[in-house]
T-cell receptor
């Protein structure tokens, strides 16, 4: 039922570079959120988009930015990559509403060297 | 955000029931209790959620204490495919509030 796809699955970048990660939401879902998961930790909320507007943000600096498109696909952009940005980046889509389930993709594993 | 406390790890034999505990002593009256699990090399997946009453679905049961300060996720017959990290999450009532994950409980299932 998941239907959330992320690309690429793996990515290697060097410190200071910029990266764009992509997510295709499940059909019928108009809300997308992004999470960062460091090794051995639970996912941490980055931000959420609803109808192409950011409507929630976690404790991440402005160099983490995003976009949601009219077809509800989404991008996560990270500028000026740091070594600590190495993590699994997860996209989740849902319908807007009370306690709607989140459907997660399998993530993009980003390594910053 | 209210916090939850879970054991770091648990072990179960295949085809036996598993009870995964979660403490949430600072839960507010409008917080729902959600459970997600994360299988190896996958994103988290929804398991179940509830407010006050016990809940059942095809994956699991959720037993909620009367004072709501603790809950238990019950897998009725563990299989090898249930080996995962299980997260207990409190989620506010209004709209699409984000999920706040802790470290969860790593469940190992032994054949």
């Amino acid at each position: 039922e998941t239907g959330v796809t992320q690309s690429p699955t793996h990515l290697i970048k060097t410190r200071g570079q910029q990266v764009t990660l992509r997510c295709s939401s499940q059909s019928g879902h108009n809300t997308v959120s992004w999470y960062q998961q460091a090794l051995g930790q639970g996912p941490q909320f980055i931000f959420q988009y609803y109808r192409e507007e950011e409507n929630g943000r976690g404790n991440f600096p402005p160099r983490f930015s995003g976009l949601q498109f009219p077809n509800y696909s989404s991008e996560l952009n990270v500028n000026a990559l740091e070594l600590d940005d190495s993590a699994l980046y997860l996209c989740a889509s849902s319908r807007q509403g009370e306690n709607e389930k989140l459907f997660f993709g399998s993530g993009t594993q980003l390594s910053v060297l | 955000d209210a916090k939850t406390t879970q054991p770091n790890s648990m072990e179960s034999n295949e085809e036996e029931p598993v009870h995964l505990p979660c403490n949430h002593s600072t839960i507010s009256g409008t917080d729902y209790i959600h459970w997600y699990r994360q299988l190896p090399s996958q994103g988290p997946e929804y398991v179940i959620h509830g407010l006050t009453s016990n809940v059942n679905n095809r994956m699991a049961s959720l037993a909620i204490a009367e004072d709501r300060k603790s809950s238990t996720l019950i897998l009725h017959r563990a299989t090898l495919r249930d080996a995962a990290v299980y997260y207990c999450i409190l989620r506010g009532y209004s709209g699409n509030t984000p999920l706040v994950f802790g470290k969860g409980t790593r469940l190992s299932v032994i054949a």
